[in-house]
């Protein structure tokens, strides 16, 4: 079975913050959500790098975990999505997280702080009516067989999405020809691989993102 | 407990209202019709709020894809726009794209905000009593012309300033020189004046022509990459992905040379921080080592460099301890360096504004391309001087002459050059001639004397007008696509602004020149569309030139450029000579009419046989083309190089493929090889400027040989090779005028050049360094070099203006601004950045203009990071801006942004733009600050390094 | 060999939990096995110095919280990693969560016990009628007030807390969804109104909740358990005074800690919100297991004490049995009242 991840080439990331904007573009959050950033360590020293993160979509997920709601669920993909009918705003899913995904529109006394928003690998939210899934958690583009487009659209190839095995040959490759493995950010394990391909698209994405970009040696 | 998706409860039916939402309704549900404009106006910039516009349309309205290309740079990046009823519903990846493969930095990646532009100006405005004013497209017209044509009688056209964009189309901005010219003067300019002025200047007098050689694909192949002033990670992000994969996969070494470590430096192999403005001193540095170890190229140099043993005296004086003392930078490093790039050839050099923007930007070019001729690296895949361009279409604005010095194609502006372009447009030069200025000035005729720069047109409205070489001061400016926050002398700009008798900005945004002053009348704004409301041609810097479908309608009372070029010249009165054999359709000039005038008259640089039927296959074929070649492999265009690079010779029935790398001999010249033109004669002193032993595969003549002419074909009996027509057309002319492209045929059949087979020369004659030399910057810390790199003395005149080097640099600033100031890019604006930070999604990124500073300065001067500073330009001008205390830049040195406008002088003028309009963000422009120093060569301004104080706010 | 630290680093993210947090580090294990054969192996060490990547010193950095530059506006967001995350969750999950279930249950159970073994503590005598006034409208109202908003927060708050787990099962997503968004209102809105009151009720009873040598002998007697003789008290006996400090420790740390939790507008970092949520989640669990057996006295357990806190007048027997000292204090105050009409005083 597909296990969607993301993967971050930090070889790669320049802090363009493409990803950034593209989630915008599919997802039209609003003015102070960002359901993704790039987080630059070291900035202006020898070792800068620079790293976009969102949701990872964690296997055992630990906003799934403490959420008093049950909000979220998990795709059969691995996705983590949640519900915002019945997110109540308590903002345990951020204490938890340990990417600081989960974002809130508010922040106001009484704890009012709105319903939460984060990535959903653009992969919509609980909600059949596609106007209003689109408006309540943004683009649906898996159903569509596409993905994240925040990765459809980095500008170096550096953030990657898709499946988990897909995913950890494109960047397997990268390591052949760098003769070195650092770089990986991802929160791709060892279990979760499977023989299994994702659909067409996770194909094609990775086909147009490592060859012939990085598939020729 | 898993929660599996749970019915749709709604409250009414199955919601219908996504279905069948027209454009009209969407724009009322996002709040940008006129209704919600009220309500956005009072929107301030402390309660920005993303005006709501969720295009939330049901997947059953039915898709138009169209493809366009990225306006935000000159990557050229493709786009699919998806159309729902009209609106730009979404934007999906171009996988299929040769140049970036569906990858988009932040800028592209939000593209589709375009579609909404709630901040647009929405309609024609006017400047009444200090009260902006809603007039109609006719009174704007008939007000402006009226008011042109009255300082036409007493001033002469000259008075009217002409300022055209680099975000124009090619045919758009074809049109506008051709519109500038038909109203009779040379004041016309763009923003690649002060870009990359001194890069054509530079480098088109080294090899030829003044563009970037190879491509951003090509660069896979390199072995080693310099950057010197450019920072692609930010400025051109995609450019990043071509480079990282020869680091990767070729194992390329990254070497990133630049006063500031940039997000570039971060993924480099080597960094090298050196001093602002020593970027001779520095070159010379490292040529000093090649040339002691011998590893120069010296069959290369033999066979295709001409004067390089004059470079060679001027870099012995440049000794490790000289470098060092001059640019900073170790003799370790410098050797380091140096071996580097001789030991992983092929290698490339890059550079972008942090070269150019320099009294010594000709200079410095010139240093760049010296360098890569002593290495042998030209001519070759995986080498060249990729000089990565700035706008989307600046090349090809630069390419089709919206420029004060040469007219399309760089032909220039003498007679025989005025003379083949009417010509071309079928008019009768002496009635062009009619429409300039007859006088003289200083023996100078308007037409055929260079125009005022961008750069200076401050100058050209305050300066004395008996210095000037025109009879008038300017009266009006035509800002059409400019943002002036990107020029220097912020305040005296602002007097140049109040002094003027008209100002018309034509923009899709009202732009920092709306609010900068304090006039009360006399200005106006038109609203122009962006190139995503209409369509046509667009030249990226690796010299492609693609074509854009029109996405979406204009918004709000918005018009295309042409069409206002169209209005302006009927109410002008010479509508009927502008678009003599051009279609005008619902008063809009037909785009492909445009291009397939241009194709008839750039001989020079093979812009001929780019047809729009030529350039519509390629976009429609964009998969077909090699991500590593950019060559064609079956489909419609097998063969050619994707957007025909230019030169494409001939016409488009020759079929030429394009020339994906100049001076590249290992192609035939019909396959798109070259060698280095013969532009500066055949000899010098009794020797030979030909190339020796050296010619593209396949050539006939196996050696150097001059220019195509009419005589030359007559004098290798290839006469006869042209047909009878073409024998007319082509006697008594040449390559460059012979309007068949008979002359360029027949030598291509023959395996040559019709540019000729030459050296590229070390030395320029004409220039005042003939061999590039280090000179300090106007306003330089380092007094105690002036004795041996002193600026060049006063000039009374360039390009019509006097200009001071000498009598700048003469007083010494550094004591009282100790501080060196330079200044560039963020990635997530562009330019002016008007357009950038109106667009939501990339203002609520960069909310506040700062300025760079390291914690040694910031500790001595008591600035904390994030606290509020002055930092004020050694001539005066003051920003006040939040600190950034990073250790991106060195000791001494401060770095500030460029894209930030609607403040001034520590005033937030928000509350002057035209309500509902004023951008998301808006900050102190870096320029009010920034001084006076201009290139020798082209006017370049001197953004890169100047200095500044810095005090606590 | 950086292999090795590699694992390490990926070790400090992994030990802290069974299988949890396979987050980041861990994925570098994996391609560094699937790699570790590669015969380009041997030049890495020498590419590395030349460029500069992320590994694994970078990754131990970033896994340790480091902060960076973003340009994301939302707090918190330069920091890459949220370290204190998981152990939040561990803490919550696997301590407070069933800790607090334990404590309530066992309270449960052991006041159960207690009424099944021993009964409800019965007047020894019979009551004379004569009444005597223990606690005025205004300590009443305050009580009940008190109580009743700390009943609604400590049934929300088990909602929120063990809610998820059978009420969506056993009534639905509708009901669970209405419910939970209910709880969350009626903890956030009405906790602010308890501590309030909370706090007021403290310092009015303040004065008669020092602890004095006779609640030491009461608490030695085990409040009369031990032995047969009642142990000596004042107005409030040792039991009392307990519950009355529980409230002053326990109950305004609860109040503190859901003050932090409530009222984010001061810049609270995560960090800060998971230490008040633990000592929250903790302290409020433990204060209703207490509270069950303030409840339980209150109503079954003894005859009697209710009706001072319904009425504010106790019996004279009463008094006497579970508040002598108080009782010869106040015993000339003492007001005849039929047992069937008590709104009329007599004489």
Same mark, same amino acid.
């Given at each position: 079975?597909?296990?969607?991840?993301?993967?971050?080439?930090?070889?790669?990331?320049?802090?363009?913050?493409?990803?950034?904007?593209?989630?915008?573009?599919?997802?039209?959050?609003?003015?102070?959500?960002?359901?993704?950033?790039?987080?630059?360590?070291?900035?202006?020293?020898?070792?800068?790098?620079?790293?976009?993160?969102?949701?990872?979509?964690?296997?055992?997920?630990?906003?799934?975990?403490?959420?008093?709601?049950?909000?979220?669920?998990?795709?059969?993909?691995?996705?983590?999505?949640?519900?915002?009918?019945?997110?109540?705003?308590?903002?345990?899913?951020?204490?938890?997280?340990?990417?600081?995904?989960?974002?809130?529109?508010?922040?106001?006394?009484?704890?009012?702080?709105?319903?939460?928003?984060?990535?959903?690998?653009?992969?919509?939210?609980?909600?059949?009516?596609?106007?209003?899934?689109?408006?309540?958690?943004?683009?649906?583009?898996?159903?569509?067989?596409?993905?994240?487009?925040?990765?459809?659209?980095?500008?170096?190839?550096?953030?990657?999405?898709?499946?988990?095995?897909?995913?950890?040959?494109?960047?397997?490759?990268?390591?052949?020809?760098?003769?070195?493995?650092?770089?990986?950010?991802?929160?791709?394990?060892?279990?979760?691989?499977?023989?299994?391909?994702?659909?067409?698209?996770?194909?094609?994405?990775?086909?147009?993102?490592?060859?012939?970009?990085?598939?020729?040696? | 407990?898993?929660?599996?998706?749970?019915?749709?409860?709604?409250?009414?039916?199955?919601?219908?209202?996504?279905?069948?939402?027209?454009?009209?309704?969407?724009?009322?549900? +996002?709040?940008?019709?006129?209704?919600?404009?009220?309500?956005?106006?009072?929107?301030?910039?402390?309660?920005?709020?993303?005006?709501?516009?969720?295009?939330?349309?049901?997947?059953?309205?039915?898709?138009?894809?169209?493809?366009?290309?990225?306006?935000?740079?000159?990557?050229?990046?493709?786009?699919?726009?998806?159309?729902?009823?009209?609106?730009?519903?979404?934007?999906?990846?171009?996988?299929?794209?040769?140049?970036?493969?569906?990858?988009?930095?932040?800028?592209?990646?939000?593209?589709?905000?375009?579609?909404?532009?709630?901040?647009?100006?929405?309609?024609?405005?006017?400047?009444?009593?200090?009260?902006?004013?809603?007039?109609?497209?006719?009174?704007?017209?008939?007000?402006?012309?009226?008011?042109?044509?009255?300082?036409?009688?007493?001033?002469?056209?000259?008075?009217?300033?002409?300022?055209?964009?680099?975000?124009?189309?090619?045919?758009?901005?074809?049109?506008?020189?051709?519109?500038?010219?038909?109203?009779?003067?040379?004041?016309?300019?763009?923003?690649?004046?002060?870009?990359?002025?001194?890069?054509?200047?530079?480098?088109?007098?080294?090899?030829?022509?003044?563009?970037?050689?190879?491509?951003?694909?090509?660069?896979?192949?390199?072995?080693?990459?310099?950057?010197?002033?450019?920072?692609?990670?930010?400025?051109?992000?995609?450019?990043?992905?071509?480079?990282?994969?020869?680091?990767?996969?070729?194992?390329?070494?990254?070497?990133?040379?630049?006063?500031?470590?940039?997000?570039?430096?971060?993924?480099?192999?080597?960094?090298?921080?050196?001093?602002?403005?020593?970027?001779?001193?520095?070159?010379?540095?490292?040529?000093?080592?090649?040339?002691?170890?011998?590893?120069?190229?010296?069959?290369?140099?033999?066979?295709?460099?001409?004067?390089?043993?004059?470079?060679? +005296?001027?870099?012995?004086?440049?000794?490790?301890?000289?470098?060092?003392?001059?640019?900073?930078?170790?003799?370790?490093?410098?050797?380091?360096?140096?071996?580097?790039?001789?030991?992983?050839?092929?290698?490339?050099?890059?550079?972008?504004?942090?070269?150019?923007?320099? #009294?010594?930007?000709?200079?410095?070019?010139?240093?760049?391309?010296?360098?890569?001729?002593?290495?042998?690296?030209?001519?070759?895949?995986?080498?060249?001087?990729?000089?990565?361009?700035?706008?989307?279409?600046?090349?090809? !604005?630069?390419?089709?002459?919206?420029?004060?010095? #040469?007219?399309?194609?760089?032909?220039?502006?003498?007679?025989?050059?005025?003379?083949?372009?009417?010509?071309?447009?079928?008019?009768?030069?002496?009635?062009?001639?009619?429409?300039?200025?007859?006088?003289?000035?200083?023996?100078?005729?308007?037409?055929?004397?260079?125009?005022?720069?961008?750069?200076?047109?401050?100058?050209?409205?305050?300066?004395?007008?008996?210095?000037?070489?025109?009879?008038?001061?300017?009266?009006?400016?035509?800002?059409?696509?400019?943002?002036?926050?990107?020029? +220097?002398?912020?305040?005296?700009?602002?007097?140049?602004?109040?002094?003027?008798?008209?100002?018309?900005?034509?923009?899709?945004?009202? #732009?920092?020149?709306?609010?900068?002053?304090?006039?009360?009348?006399?200005?106006?704004?038109?609203?122009?569309?962006?190139?995503?409301?209409?369509?046509?041609?667009?030249?990226?810097?690796?010299?492609?030139?693609?074509?854009?479908?029109?996405?979406?309608?204009?918004?709000?009372?918005?018009?295309?450029?042409?069409?206002?070029?169209?209005?302006?010249?009927?109410?002008?009165?010479?509508?009927?000579?502008?678009?003599?054999?051009?279609?005008?359709?619902?008063?809009?000039?037909?785009?492909?009419?445009?291009?397939?005038?241009?194709?008839?008259?750039?001989?020079?640089?093979?812009?001929?046989?780019?047809?729009?039927?030529?350039?519509?296959?390629?976009?429609?074929?964009?998969?077909?083309?090699?991500?590593? #070649?950019?060559?064609?492999?079956?489909?419609?265009?097998?063969?050619?190089?994707?957007?025909?690079?230019?030169?494409?010779?001939?016409?488009?029935?020759?079929?030429?493929?394009?020339?994906?790398?100049?001076?590249?001999?290992?192609?035939?010249?019909?396959?798109?090889?070259?060698?280095?033109?013969?532009?500066?004669?055949?000899?010098?002193?009794?020797?030979?400027?030909?190339?020796?032993?050296?010619?593209?595969?396949?050539?006939?003549?196996?050696?150097?040989?001059?220019?195509?002419?009419?005589?030359?074909?007559?004098?290798?009996?290839?006469?006869?090779?042209?047909?009878?027509?073409?024998?007319?057309?082509?006697?008594?002319?040449?390559?460059?005028?012979?309007?068949?492209?008979?002359?360029?045929?027949?030598?291509?059949?023959?395996?040559?050049?019709?540019?000729?087979?030459?050296?590229?020369? !070390?030395?320029?004659?004409?220039?005042?360094?003939?061999?590039?030399?280090?000179?300090?910057?106007?306003?330089?810390?380092?007094?105690?070099?002036?004795?041996?790199?002193?600026?060049?003395?006063?000039?009374?005149?360039?390009?019509?203006?006097?200009?001071?080097?000498?009598?700048?640099?003469?007083?010494?600033?550094?004591?009282?601004?100790?501080?060196?100031?330079?200044?560039?890019?963020?990635?997530?604006?562009?330019?002016?950045?008007?357009?950038?930070?109106?667009?939501?999604?990339?203002?609520?990124?960069?909310?506040?203009?700062?300025?760079?500073?390291?914690?040694?300065?910031?500790?001595?001067?008591?600035?904390?990071?994030?606290?509020?500073?002055?930092?004020?330009?050694?001539?005066?001008?003051?920003?006040?801006?939040?600190?950034?205390?990073?250790?991106?830049?060195?000791?001494?040195?401060?770095?500030?942004?460029?894209?930030?406008?609607?403040?001034?002088?520590?005033?937030?003028?928000?509350?002057?733009?035209?309500?509902?309009?004023?951008?998301?963000?808006?900050?102190?422009?870096?320029?009010?600050?920034?001084?006076?120093?201009?290139?020798?060569?082209?006017?370049?301004?001197?953004?890169?390094?100047?200095?500044?104080?810095? +005090?606590?706010? | 060999?950086?292999?090795?630290?590699?694992?390490?680093?990926?070790?400090?993210?992994?030990?802290?939990?069974?299988?949890?947090?396979?987050?980041?580090?861990?994925?570098?294990?994996?391609?560094?096995?699937?790699?570790?054969?590669?015969?380009?192996?041997?030049?890495?060490?020498?590419?590395?110095?030349?460029?500069?990547?992320?590994?694994?010193?970078?990754? *131990?950095?970033?896994?340790?919280?480091?902060?960076?530059?973003?340009?994301?506006?939302?707090?918190?967001?330069?920091?890459? $990693?949220?370290?204190?995350?998981?152990?939040?969750?561990?803490?919550?999950?696997?301590?407070?969560? /069933?800790?607090?279930?334990?404590?309530?249950?066992?309270?449960?159970?052991?006041?159960?016990?207690?009424?099944?073994?021993?009964? /409800?503590? *019965?007047?020894?005598?019979?009551?004379?009628?004569?009444?005597?006034?223990? %606690?005025? /409208?205004?300590?009443?109202?305050?009580?009940?007030?008190?109580?009743?908003?700390?009943?609604?927060?400590?049934?929300?708050?088990?909602? $929120?807390?063990?809610?998820?787990?059978?009420?969506?099962?056993?009534?639905?997503?509708?009901?669970?969804?209405?419910?939970?968004?209910?709880?969350?209102?009626?903890?956030?809105? $009405?906790? /602010?109104?308890?501590?309030?009151?909370?706090?007021?009720?403290?310092?009015? %009873?303040?004065?008669?909740?020092?602890?004095?040598?006779?609640?030491?002998?009461?608490?030695?007697?085990?409040?009369?358990?031990?032995?047969?003789?009642?142990?000596?008290?004042?107005?409030?006996?040792?039991?009392?005074?307990?519950?009355?400090?529980?409230?002053?420790?326990?109950?305004?740390?609860?109040?503190?800690?859901?003050?932090?939790?409530?009222?984010?507008?001061?810049?609270?970092?995560?960090?800060?919100?998971? %230490?008040?949520?633990? $000592?929250?989640?903790?302290?409020?669990?433990?204060?209703?297991?207490?509270?069950?057996?303030?409840?339980?006295?209150?109503?079954?357990?003894?005859?009697?004490?209710?009706?001072?806190?319904?009425?504010?007048?106790?019996?004279?027997?009463?008094?006497?049995?579970?508040?002598?000292? %108080?009782?010869?204090?106040?015993?000339?105050?003492?007001?005849?009242?039929?047992?069937?009409?008590?709104?009329?005083?007599?004489?």
């Amino acid at each position: 079975m597909a296990r969607m991840k993301f993967l971050c080439d930090s070889e790669r990331c320049i802090e363009c913050n493409g990803c950034v904007t593209a989630c915008k573009n599919a997802n039209e959050t609003e003015w102070g959500i960002q359901r993704r950033r790039v987080v630059t360590i070291d900035d202006g020293e020898p070792n800068e790098t620079s790293i976009s993160v969102a949701c990872m979509h964690c296997t055992d997920a630990p906003c799934m975990a403490v959420c008093p709601t049950d909000c979220f669920y998990q795709t059969d993909d691995g996705i983590v999505l949640h519900d915002k009918d019945l997110c109540i705003g308590c903002g345990y899913c951020l204490f938890a997280c340990p990417f600081g995904a989960p974002q809130f529109p508010q922040e106001e006394a009484f704890g009012e702080r709105g319903k939460m928003d984060k990535c959903t690998f653009c992969a919509g939210g609980p909600e059949e009516d596609p106007v209003r899934q689109k408006e309540l958690y943004g683009a649906n583009r898996i159903a569509e067989g596409k993905l994240p487009l925040c990765a459809e659209m980095c500008s170096t190839k550096a953030l990657l999405a898709g499946d988990a095995q897909v995913v950890s040959d494109i960047f397997r490759e990268r390591v052949v020809y760098r003769g070195h493995k650092d770089g990986a950010w991802s929160a791709v394990t060892p279990g979760e691989m499977s023989e299994e391909e994702m659909a067409v698209r996770a194909e094609a994405f990775a086909t147009d993102a490592s060859s012939p970009v990085i598939a020729k040696a | 407990m898993k929660l599996t998706k749970k019915k749709y409860a709604s409250s009414g039916k199955a919601d219908s209202k996504g279905l069948g939402l027209s454009r009209r309704s969407f724009l009322k549900n +996002t709040g940008i019709t006129t209704g919600g404009l009220a309500a956005a106006g009072f929107m301030g910039n402390s309660m920005i709020r993303q005006a709501e516009a969720k295009t939330a349309l049901s997947p059953d309205v039915p898709k138009e894809v169209k493809r366009t290309i990225c306006s935000h740079c000159s990557v050229g990046c493709g786009v699919y726009a998806e159309v729902q009823n009209g609106v730009w519903t979404h934007q999906e990846p171009a996988f299929d794209h040769p140049f970036n493969r569906g990858a988009h930095c932040a800028k592209g990646a939000s593209l589709r905000e375009h579609g909404h532009g709630e901040r647009r100006l929405k309609y024609p405005m006017k400047l009444v009593n200090g009260k902006w004013q809603k007039v109609s497209w006719e009174t704007a017209i008939d007000e402006i012309g009226d008011k042109m044509q009255q300082i036409r009688q007493e001033s002469g056209p000259d008075s009217v300033y002409w300022l055209g964009s680099a975000k124009h189309s090619n045919e758009q901005a074809y049109l506008f020189r051709k519109f500038a010219s038909l109203w009779g003067t040379n004041n016309v300019d763009h923003q690649a004046r002060i870009c990359h002025s001194t890069t054509v200047s530079g480098v088109a007098n080294t090899w030829g022509y003044g563009a970037m050689t190879n491509s951003f694909n090509d660069m896979h192949n390199c072995k080693s990459v310099i950057l010197i002033g450019s920072n692609p990670s930010e400025a051109h992000p995609v450019a990043m992905q071509h480079i990282l994969l020869a680091k990767e996969r070729n194992k390329a070494k990254i070497i990133v040379v630049d006063p500031r470590f940039t997000r570039t430096a971060a993924k480099a192999n080597e960094y090298v921080r050196i001093r602002p403005g020593t970027d001779v001193a520095y070159v010379w540095g490292l040529l000093w080592h090649i040339f002691e170890n011998g590893w120069e190229d010296k069959e290369f140099i033999r066979q295709r460099v001409y004067g390089m043993d004059e470079v060679r +005296t001027e870099v012995a004086k440049w000794v490790p301890s000289e470098v060092e003392n001059v640019t900073g930078v170790g003799e370790a490093q410098m050797r380091k360096v140096a071996k580097m790039l001789a030991t992983n050839r092929p290698g490339s050099i890059v550079w972008c504004m942090g070269g150019t923007q320099h #009294t010594t930007g000709s200079n410095n070019t010139r240093a760049y391309c010296i360098l890569m001729l002593a290495l042998g690296n030209m001519g070759v895949s995986g080498g060249g001087a990729n000089i990565f361009r700035g706008h989307d279409n600046v090349q090809g !604005a630069t390419d089709l002459g919206v420029l004060s010095h #040469t007219l399309p194609g760089y032909y220039g502006l003498s007679a025989g050059a005025w003379k083949h372009w009417a010509s071309v447009w079928d008019l009768d030069y002496e009635w062009i001639k009619g429409r300039f200025d007859q006088g003289k000035y200083r023996g100078k005729q308007p037409m055929n004397n260079n125009g005022i720069p961008v750069s200076r047109w401050v100058d050209g409205v305050l300066e004395n007008k008996d210095r000037i070489e025109q009879k008038d001061n300017l009266r009006a400016m035509v800002y059409w696509g400019h943002a002036v926050n990107s020029q +220097t002398r912020g305040v005296e700009m602002k007097k140049a602004m109040e002094k003027l008798e008209m100002m018309v900005i034509v923009d899709p945004y009202p #732009t920092h020149a709306a609010v900068m002053h304090d006039r009360t009348d006399g200005v106006y704004l038109l609203p122009a569309c962006t190139q995503f409301e209409s369509y046509g041609s667009v030249t990226a810097s690796n010299r492609s030139i693609q074509w854009r479908d029109k996405v979406i309608e204009p918004l709000f009372e918005s018009k295309t450029d042409h069409e206002i070029m169209y209005r302006f010249a009927k109410k002008l009165g010479f509508a009927d000579q502008l678009l003599k054999n051009i279609k005008v359709v619902n008063n809009e000039p037909v785009i492909e009419d445009i291009t397939r005038e241009f194709n008839r008259g750039m001989w020079t640089i093979g812009y001929t046989a780019q047809s729009p039927e030529r350039l519509k296959e390629h976009q429609k074929n964009w998969h077909t083309f090699d991500f590593e #070649t950019l060559k064609a492999e079956g489909g419609a265009a097998d063969g050619d190089f994707y957007g025909m690079p230019w030169p494409c010779w001939g016409t488009p029935e020759m079929k030429h493929p394009g020339t994906p790398l100049l001076y590249d001999t290992s192609k035939p010249v019909a396959e798109g090889g070259l060698n280095f033109r013969a532009r500066f004669g055949v000899e010098r002193d009794g020797v030979s400027l030909l190339s020796e032993d050296s010619f593209p595969v396949g050539a006939e003549i196996q050696d150097g040989h001059p220019e195509f002419s009419d005589k030359l074909l007559k004098q290798l009996g290839w006469w006869n090779d042209l047909t009878p027509a073409e024998k007319t057309s082509a006697e008594g002319k040449n390559w460059k005028t012979d309007l068949s492209g008979g002359i360029q045929r027949v030598a291509i059949k023959h395996g040559c050049a019709p540019f000729g087979n030459a050296k590229a020369r !070390a030395i320029v004659w004409t220039f005042p360094d003939k061999v590039p030399r280090h000179r300090e910057p106007l306003y330089t810390p380092r007094r105690d070099l002036l004795d041996k790199y002193a600026t060049w003395k006063d000039s009374e005149s360039m390009y019509r203006l006097p200009t001071l080097y000498e009598s700048i640099q003469k007083q010494d600033f550094s004591k009282e601004y100790p501080i060196i100031l330079t200044s560039g890019r963020l990635v997530e604006y562009e330019g002016g950045g008007e357009e950038t930070r109106s667009n939501p999604w990339l203002a609520e990124l960069q909310q506040e203009m700062f300025a760079e500073i390291n914690p040694y300065d910031a500790n001595n001067l008591n600035v904390r990071d994030e606290a509020d500073i002055w930092v004020e330009g050694a001539e005066g001008g003051r920003i006040k801006v939040k600190a950034m205390v990073t250790r991106r830049v060195d000791r001494g040195v401060v770095f500030i942004p460029f894209h930030f406008g609607g403040k001034f002088q520590g005033k937030d003028l928000t509350d002057k733009y035209p309500q509902g309009s004023a951008p998301y963000v808006v900050g102190e422009a870096a320029n009010t600050a920034t001084t006076y120093g201009y290139d020798s060569v082209t006017q370049m301004q001197e953004t890169k390094v100047t200095l500044c104080k810095v +005090t606590p706010a | 060999m950086k292999t090795h630290s590699t694992h390490t680093g990926a070790n400090i993210t992994g030990n802290s939990s069974v299988q949890y947090l396979k987050v980041v580090v861990a994925s570098l294990l994996t391609l560094l096995c699937l790699t570790l054969s590669s015969p380009l192996w041997a030049d890495s060490a020498a590419e590395k110095v030349q460029g500069n990547f992320a590994g694994a010193d970078y990754w *131990r950095e970033v896994s340790g919280g480091t902060e960076g530059y973003t340009t994301s506006k939302g707090r918190e967001h330069g920091q890459l $990693i949220n370290v204190s995350g998981e152990t939040w969750r561990q803490w919550r999950n696997r301590w407070v969560s /069933p800790g607090g279930l334990m404590a309530i249950g066992g309270s449960f159970s052991v006041l159960a016990l207690a009424y099944l073994l021993l009964g /409800p503590m *019965r007047l020894d005598k019979p009551r004379t009628g004569r009444k005597i006034e223990r %606690w005025n /409208p205004t300590d009443r109202a305050l009580h009940w007030f008190v109580a009743l908003t700390f009943l609604a927060l400590a049934f929300s708050g088990i909602l $929120i807390m063990y809610g998820k787990h059978f009420i969506p099962d056993l009534f639905g997503y509708s009901f669970w969804k209405g419910t939970i968004a209910l709880c969350k209102l009626v903890h956030n809105y $009405i906790g /602010p109104i308890f501590s309030v009151g909370l706090i007021v009720m403290l310092l009015r %009873w303040l004065k008669n909740n020092f602890f004095t040598k006779t609640d030491i002998i009461w608490f030695l007697q085990g409040g009369g358990l031990i032995g047969n003789k009642h142990p000596s008290a004042g107005f409030m006996n040792g039991g009392e005074k307990g519950w009355y400090w529980a409230l002053v420790f326990i109950g305004l740390t609860v109040v503190g800690s859901g003050f932090v939790l409530d009222f984010p507008i001061f810049g609270q970092v995560r960090d800060t919100m998971q %230490w008040a949520n633990l $000592i929250h989640g903790g302290t409020s669990l433990l204060l209703f297991a207490i509270s069950l057996g303030h409840i339980y006295i209150g109503t079954v357990g003894a005859e009697g004490a209710l009706e001072g806190m319904k009425t504010g007048y106790v019996d004279e027997t009463w008094a006497k049995q579970h508040h002598d000292l %108080w009782y010869e204090e106040v015993k000339d105050q003492l007001i005849d009242e039929p047992l069937d009409e008590k709104e009329k005083p007599k004489k």
